[in-house]
């Protein structure tokens, strides 16, 4: 029998999207004052998480490392902790870092990997964040709820990205919101209706339900917690940004964000040739940030869905700044070596067989590092706008000329070095 492989997941995916039309939209007379920076780009007001950047400013300590050539830990991860998924989001680049959906939703990384390997080794080390997000949905691992304790403990802070659905509200989830910095809940629906196509799911209702117990529980508990929900726009979706704002106002949450559609240069979900169709999305999206307020932020990253994908440097200088491990516990530096011609070349290391701390220091880590950096083509082999992205703007921007005025001006996002933006540890 021939045996699956992301690819043949991915073409899937992009059939479904080319069946799926696009949603109409109406541009009213939605008239607001343009909010332009000195080079003429839009950005957001209310942006208090430095969201649209980088945080690169706050861990100076990490660059001078970097550039007297220090071993040093990476000051974010981002965490996959399965390899399945309960639902289908028409978007998920995860079928490209082999997410097979349900049929993998009990390939998750081991309870001992993940604290003892894992999570304790990297706290000791001085790893400062952890997301636990990564390719797939990381409730499908029933250690999740114990690994955000363990990591919090361990003195990083710890945060999750997911569909929601199956979200604990036992004492385990609690727990969870107890040590949690931000929780996020990704969908990009505002109804029923739209969610059974966007996320090919019937579990909006329960979806909401969810997030309104985690509200309610960081309202009675006083718990320094940011709970958000973000959409990814793609032009199938775009209908649904300012229900989703009223949504995200109605249910109490303290943010939401409409961020790029990531896709390979070879198009593989469908999106990568149509980031240029972005612009005329811009009415829509400035009616969205209208809903926002005090206590609720709208954040549109507009750097990212404006810049249809470009990069302005040649090298990923990023990589040992911000990992990857996949939901299985192999690291990386990057999300897309996860699976294909990449995997074998690019892996840094096995939580399964070693420590966090035996992977970081091994001439192997650092060798690869320095491949990522001399081999990989970012203008060929990347995806559009990754994470790693933005570190990138910033390391390249003090190369040449260190931490200038200028630099800090383009990287601060309006913040200064005694007044951080939330989660400055989340790179
Ligand atoms: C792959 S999901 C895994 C975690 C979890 N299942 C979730 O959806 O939050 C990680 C995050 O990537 C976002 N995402 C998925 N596909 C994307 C894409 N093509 N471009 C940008 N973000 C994407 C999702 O919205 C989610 O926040
Ligand atoms: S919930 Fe997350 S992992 Fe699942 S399909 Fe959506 S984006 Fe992908
Ligand atoms: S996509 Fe490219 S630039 Fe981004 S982390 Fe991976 S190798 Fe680096």
């Known amino acids: 029998m021939k045996q699956k492989n992301s690819t043949?997941?991915?073409?899937?995916?992009?059939?479904?999207?080319?069946?799926?039309?696009?949603?109409?939209?109406?541009?009213?007379?939605?008239?607001?004052?343009?909010?332009?920076?000195?080079?003429?780009?839009?950005?957001?007001?209310?942006?208090?998480?430095?969201?649209?950047?980088?945080?690169?400013?706050?861990?100076?300590?990490?660059?001078?490392?970097?550039?007297?050539?220090?071993?040093?830990?990476?000051?974010?991860?981002?965490?996959?902790?399965?390899?399945?998924?309960?639902i289908k989001c028409h978007y998920c680049y995860g079928v490209t870092q082999g997410n097979f959906y349900l049929e993998s939703a009990k390939k998750y990384i081991s309870r001992k990997a993940l604290i003892d390997n894992y999570l304790r080794s990297a706290g000791a080390v001085g790893v400062r964040s952890i997301a636990f997000i990564g390719e797939a949905e990381p409730t499908l691992n029933p250690h999740l709820y114990e690994a955000i304790v363990v990591g919090k403990e361990s003195g990083i802070d710890i945060s999750v990205g997911t569909n929601g659905i199956l979200f604990d509200t036992g004492r385990d989830g609690q727990a969870a919101l107890e040590h949690l910095s931000w929780l996020r809940f990704n969908v990009s629906a505002g109804s029923d209706k739209s969610y059974r196509l966007i996320h090919a799911s019937k579990e909006f209702n329960t979806l909401v339900e969810k997030i309104k117990y985690c509200v309610e529980y960081k309202r009675k508990n006083n718990l320094i917690l940011d709970i958000g929900i973000q959409m990814v726009l793609t032009p199938k979706d775009i209908a649904e940004v300012v229900p989703l704002a009223k949504l995200g106002a109605k249910l109490g949450v303290d943010y939401f964000q409409v961020k790029h559609c990531s896709d390979t240069v070879e198009n593989a979900l469908g999106f990568y040739e149509r980031l240029d169709d972005y612009e005329k999305f811009a009415p829509l999206l400035l009616e969205a940030e209208s809903y926002g307020h005090d206590d609720y932020k709208v954040v549109v990253k507009w750097d990212k869905i404006t810049n249809e994908g470009h990069r302005d440097y040649d090298q990923c200088l990023g990589a040992p700044f911000l990992l990857y491990t996949e939901g299985t516990g192999k690291v990386y530096s990057c999300g897309m070596f996860f699976d294909g011609k990449f995997e074998e070349g690019y892996r840094l290391g096995d939580l399964n067989k070693q420590t966090f701390q035996e992977i970081i220091e091994s001439?192997?880590?650092?060798?690869?590092?320095?491949?990522?950096?001399?081999?990989?083509?970012?203008?060929?082999?990347?995806?559009?706008?990754?994470?790693?992205?933005?570190?990138?703007?910033?390391?390249?921007?003090?190369k040449e000329s260190g931490v200038t005025s200028g630099v800090v001006k383009i990287h601060s996002g309006g913040f200064t070095i005694d007044n951080p933006p939330k989660h400055m540890n989340f790179v």
């Not at 039309?21 to 430095?50: M, W």
């Not at 192997?364 to 559009?384: Q, S």
């Open 8 to 86: 043949d997941s991915h073409h899937r995916l992009h059939r479904r999207n080319e069946k799926m039309p696009d949603q109409e939209i109406t541009i009213g007379n939605f008239n607001l004052p343009s909010r332009y920076n000195s080079e003429g780009k839009l950005f957001s007001t209310q942006d208090s998480y430095n969201m649209d950047g980088n945080k690169m400013l706050w861990h100076l300590d990490r660059l001078e490392d970097f550039n007297n050539g220090v071993r040093f830990a990476p000051i974010h991860i981002d965490a996959g902790l399965s390899k399945g998924c309960n």
């Open 363 to 398: 001439d192997h880590y650092w060798n690869v590092i320095d491949k990522v950096k001399n081999e990989i083509d970012v203008h060929k082999d990347c995806y559009a706008n990754c994470r790693t992205h933005s570190c990138n703007n910033f390391l390249w921007d003090v």
